[in-house]
C-alpha cells in the first residue's frame, strides 16, 4: 500500500494548503485545511517529511508539527520559488514545497526555540521604538527650525530643543505652537524610558545565558550584538563553518566569476541586515584608541588599515568578528586574545 512519504505545507492566516507525494511521487493528497484542522490532521497521519516556507508563524507550526512525530524542515522562499509551475497559487504554493523540500542538495532555515523568539520578541520591538524616537526628534527639530530655531546634531541638540520647548524661552515659537509641540516632547520622554525598560530586560537575559555571555567576550561584541545573535542562530551548528555563517549576514564579497577567473566585487549585504549592522558598528567602535590592539587579530588589523580605508578595514573586521563568534558558539569556547597570552609567558 502507498503512503505519503513527503509532504509540502503552505500556511497562511486562516486557511492551508497540503500536497503529498509518495516516494515514487506519486500525488496523494491535495487538499485545504483550517487552521483549527492541521494538527488534528498531522497527528492521524504516519511519520513523513514536511515541507514549510520559513515564514510568518513558519517556526510555530514546525515546533507543533514536530510534536505530533513528523519531521519538519523550513525552506527560505527564494528557494521555493524555481519550483513554482507557472501561475502562483496556495495549491502551485504547496507543490513547489513539496518538490524543493525533497532536493538533496537543498539548504534549510533551523527551527528556533522559544527562548530564541523571545529575545528577537524584545529586540523587534526595541528596534522599533528607536526607530519612532528617531522620527519625534526629527519632527520636533524640523517644527523649530520653522520659527528660526536650529539646534546642533546629536544629543547636545536634542536636549537643547527639548529644553527650548518645555522653559518656553524664546519668544520665536506661538503659545499655540508651544503646547503642540510639548506632546512631541511628552512623547520623546516616554519613549526613551520605555526603550530604556527594554535595554534592563535586555541584559537581564543576556546575564542568564551562557552563550550570550561568552559571546559579549569578543572584542566589539556587546549585550546588544551578543543577545542579537543568539536570538538569530541559536548554537550555530546549521553552519558548516564561520565563513558561511559570515556570508549568510551578507559580510563576504559578491562574485562574478566566470572562465575560470574570479571577480570579488564589494559585500553582498544579502540575510540578516540587523546582525550586519551590529557587527559593523562593533568593529568601527574598535578604531579609536588603544582599542585597535584589542581586536581579534590586533596586528592584521593594523596593517590592513595602512592598506586600505577605514571603512573597508572595518567591515573586514565584521567578517572576522562573524567567525570568532561562531566558532565561540558551535564550538562551546570561550574566546581567548593569543597575542596577551603569549605576551604574558614572554
Known amino acids: 500500500m502507498r503512503k505519503t512519504t513527503t509532504i509540502g505545507l503552505d500556511i497562511a492566516k486562516r486557511v492551508f494548503q497540503v500536497h503529498g507525494v509518495d516516494a515514487d511521487g506519486n500525488i496523494m493528497v491535495q487538499k485545504q485545511l483550517s487552521r483549527k484542522d492541521v494538527l488534528n490532521w498531522f497527528a492521524e497521519l504516519p511519520s513523513c517529511l514536511v515541507g514549510i516556507e520559513a515564514c510568518a508563524t513558519s517556526t510555530y507550526w514546525a515546533r507543533e508539527i514536530e ?10 522562499p527564494a528557494y521555493v520559488k524555481p519550483y513554482v509551475r507557472r501561475q502562483k497559487n496556495d495549491r502551485a504554493d504547496a507543490a513547489a514545497i513539496c518538490e524543493a523540500v525533497s532536493r ?7 527551527i528556533k526555540t522559544v527562548e530564541q523568539q523571545e529575545i528577537q520578541v524584545l529586540h523587534r520591538a526595541r528596534e522599533l ?3 519612532q524616537r528617531v522620527q ?12 528660526g530655531l536650529v539646534f546642533p546634531l546629536g544629543n547636545i541638540g536634542v536636549a537643547q530643543a527639548v529644553a527650548a520647548v518645555e522653559e518656553q524661552s524664546s519668544s520665536l515659537v506661538p503659545p499655540f505652537a508651544v503646547k503642540v509641540l510639548l506632546s512631541l516632547v511628552k512623547q520623546f520622554g516616554g519613549i526613551k524610558e520605555e526603550i530604556r525598560e527594554l535595554e534592563k530586560q535586555m541584559q537581564q537575559w543576556h546575564r542568564s545565558n ?13 549585550t546588544v550584538t551578543a543577545t542579537a545573535i543568539i536570538g538569530a542562530i541559536g548554537n550555530g551548528k546549521q553552519f558548516k563553518s564561520g565563513r558561511e555563517f559570515s556570508a549568510w549576514i551578507g559580510l563576504v564579497p559578491k562574485q562574478n566569476s566566470s572562465g575560470g577567473k574570479e ?16 557587527l559593523v558598528v562593533g568593529a ?18 593594523r596593517q590592513l588599515l595602512l592598506r586600505k580605508t577605514p571603512r573597508v578595514a572595518t ?16 564550538k562551546g569556547e570561550t574566546y581567548r586574545d593569543f597575542a596577551v597570552e603569549a605576551a604574558v609567558a614572554a
Open 67 to 76: 510534536k505530533v512525530g513528523h519531521v519538519v524542515k523550513l525552506i527560505p
Open 104 to 110: 538533496p542538495s537543498m539548504r534549510f532555515v533551523a
Open 129 to 131: 521604538l528607536v526607530g
Open 136 to 147: 519625534t526628534v526629527n519632527a520636533l527639530r524640523a517644527h523649530l527650525a520653522e520659527f
Open 210 to 222: 551562557n552563550e550570550s555571555r561568552r559571546l559579549a567576550g569578543i572584542p566589539g561584541i556587546g
Open 263 to 278: 571577480r570579488l566585487g564589494r559585500i553582498s549585504k544579502r540575510g540578516n541586515a540587523q546582525l550586519r549592522t551590529l
Open 284 to 301: 568601527t567602535a574598535m578604531l579609536k584608541g588603544s582599542r585597535r590592539d584589542k581586536v581579534p587579530g590586533g596586528t592584521w588589523f
Open 315 to 330: 567591515v573586514a573586521l565584521a567578517n572576522k568578528m562573524a567567525r570568532v563568534a561562531w566558532v565561540v558558539l558551535a
